[in-house]
């Protein structure tokens, strides 16, 4: 899906400003740049570290996902049959949903919207693909996960893509859903889920022939944890899940908070250890190119800056060549992608081509960086310069995530520039309480997550894939080893985020093409074990 990157409105960068230094109000313009949030505001040492955890967490979703909240992608289609990616359609439609699902006070609905394709679907009691929307535009999920689209036909399946509460056009409070706390107190995952199951009663209920329709639930990163918790949550409304690049052992005391940021170290070392090397020296030579007005100018010309440097950008600087290896890492598809950025086939490779010498003097070191940098950035070679406040994140509406972040999607993040080439900056779980108390006036549960759905101890359920490429930062905090006979882990040794929900492509290497095959397996084994049962 093409991605512009898109540049700052002054008066979101003017706010996220605000934002990211005093983190004291909700009511920022909902469409900031993550880039911004990612750097560290001028604070005591023992503070800082709370930055980093919130924004890698940020980084999870975010990302890939985050993404569909631009709102050039929202399209009030009621009813209608809408064109997407790939010559496939769907119709957009709507459901009167509580904001409340586990209160009695609040009994205001909402309208959810969801979008559905029955193309295949011809059998009474077919079976009914449904898609647990992540935390953006339900509408970017739709053409982003082809493997949907692509095995409809052969599974004789509708499909339903379903939004997620607060993102999208799905506000329980329209326009004043982010306006207060009171207001975003309905959003958490458990609400989110119980979205989902009454959804799909409604649906058995209203649609002709899907009363005993099998629901197998599939989602991809949160979303993936979110069918994961589906199937452990609701077993008598879907019949398995596919969770895809799910992390739902992310959480405190489960998973190494280095975890991920050493894998994204990995996947520049495997291309040769200058590469990752390169990068972790990086940093220092950053500081002391940037200690002089002369460095700065340097600096400024070497990468292609849109606006000269001063020292108070460095730390955005820094953050923002950061982002850029995050990304690379999350996004290392074997095929030529449009995703964040215009970028080649396997582009972490192409960038270590430029980063084969960690040995080099400050400046022609960086001056390689600036090469690698330009393979993510400028690699069609249209960008006349390149602008820190402009990623490939573009205008975000995140806030929804930051919240979740801030109550029960507590998931640590550490660097210790030993084992990941990064800048060390400890976990600092306090530090981090204090900024969501400032930024919503709420306190983190950091083991909520853990008691509502279980961490570790799972194996009483079944039906559930998990499937992790070992080049996605996010598998450090996901399932990687089969737990029973259906609790099945598929480990793709050459994929990055959820590549196995893309679709298929000629340069789909083995490993994902055996993973989706062996996904299909599955599903069609619990399509089979359910019309048994009925």
């Given at each position: 899906m093409d991605r512009a990157c898109l540049s700052v409105p002054p008066r979101s960068t003017r706010c996220l400003r605000a934002l990211r230094c005093s983190l004291s109000r909700v009511t920022c313009d909902r469409s900031l740049p993550l880039s911004f949030f990612l750097i560290p505001c001028p604070m005591t040492p023992q503070r800082a570290p709370s930055i980093r955890g919130v924004l890698v967490v940020l980084l999870l979703f975010c990302f890939l996902n985050v993404q569909a909240l631009k709102s050039q992608l929202l399209s009030r289609l009621s009813a209608a049959n809408a064109p997407v990616a790939n010559g496939v359609s769907y119709v957009t439609k709507y459901f009167d949903q509580k904001?409340?699902?586990f209160g009695f006070l609040e009994d205001g609905t909402f309208k959810q919207r969801y979008?559905?394709?029955?193309?295949?679907?011809?059998?009474?009691?077919?079976?009914?693909?449904?898609y647990t929307g992540n935390e953006g535009d339900i509408t970017w999920f739709c053409n982003n996960t082809g493997f949907m689209w692509d095995v409809a036909e052969e599974l004789g399946a509708m499909?339903?893509?379903?939004e997620h509460r607060y993102y999208g056009e799905s506000l329980p409070f329209g326009k004043e859903s982010y306006s207060s706390l009171k207001h975003l107190n309905y959003l958490t995952s458990e609400q989110a889920l119980a979205d989902f199951a009454v959804l799909i009663l409604h649906l058995k209920a209203t649609v002709?022939?899907?009363?005993?329709?099998?629901?197998?639930?599939?989602?991809?990163?949160?979303?993936?944890?979110?069918?994961?918790?589906?199937?452990?949550?609701?077993?008598?409304?879907?019949?398995?899940?596919?969770?895809?690049?799910?992390p739902i052992w992310q959480f405190t005391n489960m998973t190494s908070c280095g975890v991920f940021y050493k894998i994204v170290t990995n996947d520049f070392t495997r291309h040769g250890l200058d590469c990752s090397v390169s990068i972790r020296k990086s940093w220092s030579s950053v500081d002391n190119v940037s200690s002089t007005d002369d460095g700065l100018t340097w600096l400024s010309n070497e990468f292609?800056?849109?606006?000269?440097?001063?020292?108070q950008d460095m730390q955005m600087f820094k953050a923002w060549l950061q982002e850029t290896w995050v990304n690379l890492a999350m996004v290392n598809y074997p095929y030529e992608a449009n995703f964040l950025q215009p970028l080649p086939r396997w582009p972490i490779q192409v960038v270590c081509t430029h980063l084969r010498n960690a040995s080099l003097p400050d400046r022609l070191l960086l001056q390689a960086i600036s090469h690698a940098v330009r393979v993510y950035y400028n690699y069609t070679g249209e960008a006349a310069c390149l602008d820190i406040s402009q990623t490939a994140t573009?205008?975000?509406?995140?806030?929804?995530?930051?919240?979740?972040?801030?109550?029960?999607?507590?998931?640590?993040?550490?660097?210790?520039?030993?084992?990941d080439m990064f800048?060390?900056?400890?976990?600092?779980f306090q530090a981090f309480s204090e900024e969501c108390y400032k930024q919503f006036g709420v306190r983190p549960r950091i083991d909520w997550a853990i008691t509502m759905y279980g961490g570790k101890q799972i194996h009483s359920h079944s039906n559930i894939?998990?499937?992790?490429?070992?080049?996605?930062?996010?598998?450090?905090?996901?399932?990687?080893?089969?737990?029973?006979?259906?609790?099945?882990?598929?480990?793709?040794?050459?994929?990055?985020h959820h590549l196995d929900l893309r679709y298929n492509t000629n340069y789909d290497p083995s490993s994902v093409l055996h993973a989706r095959a062996l996904e299909v397996k599955y599903i069609q084994q619990w399509i089979k074990e359910a019309a048994e049962m009925t």
């Open positions: 904001i409340d699902h979008l559905v394709n029955d193309d295949h679907w011809h059998q009474i009691g077919g079976p009914i693909l449904f499909l339903v893509f379903a002709p022939g899907a009363t005993k329709s099998p629901v197998v639930a599939i989602g991809g990163s949160y979303g993936g944890m979110l069918s994961a918790w589906m199937r452990m949550k609701y077993p008598h409304l879907v019949v398995g899940a596919l969770a895809a690049s799910a292609s800056m849109c606006s000269p440097l001063k020292k573009g205008n975000l509406g995140y806030l929804g995530w930051y919240y979740q972040a801030c109550t029960e999607m507590v998931m640590p993040m550490c660097t210790d520039g030993v084992q800048e060390p900056q400890p976990w600092d894939i998990f499937s992790n490429g070992k080049l996605d930062p996010w598998s450090g905090g996901g399932v990687m080893e089969s737990l029973t006979s259906s609790l099945v882990a598929i480990v793709i040794p050459d994929g990055a």
